[in-house]
């Protein structure tokens, strides 16, 4: 749906409230199609994001998994050669 979305579960260091902050950001921004709201929608949209947070929070709080935490640095370098790769062969 939204490439900007990272994942954030399982995670070593866990996700950070500001990473669900943006997830939440990104989402909102995605589904209501406006990057900065007017100022008639401004408090639905701040309301919107800080409700997508929440369950973000509580969503990640619930799952449970048996794998090892993944390296956050490693997924990161992994998704940057794979944008190298996508995007020299233009």
Request: glycine fraction near 2%; charge should be positive.
């Amino acid at each position: 749906m939204c490439r900007n979305i990272k994942p954030l579960f399982n995670f070593e260091p866990p996700a950070s409230r500001n990473e669900m902050h943006e997830a939440a950001l990104q989402f909102v921004r995605k589904v209501s199609g406006y990057t900065h709201p007017s100022k008639v929608n401004e408090a639905a949209f701040h309301t919107a994001v800080e409700d997508v947070e929440k369950v973000v929070r509580k969503l990640l709080a619930s799952l449970e998994t048996q794998a090892p935490p993944r390296d956050r640095e490693a997924f990161i370098a992994k998704a940057k050669e794979r944008a190298r790769e996508r995007y020299s062969r233009v």
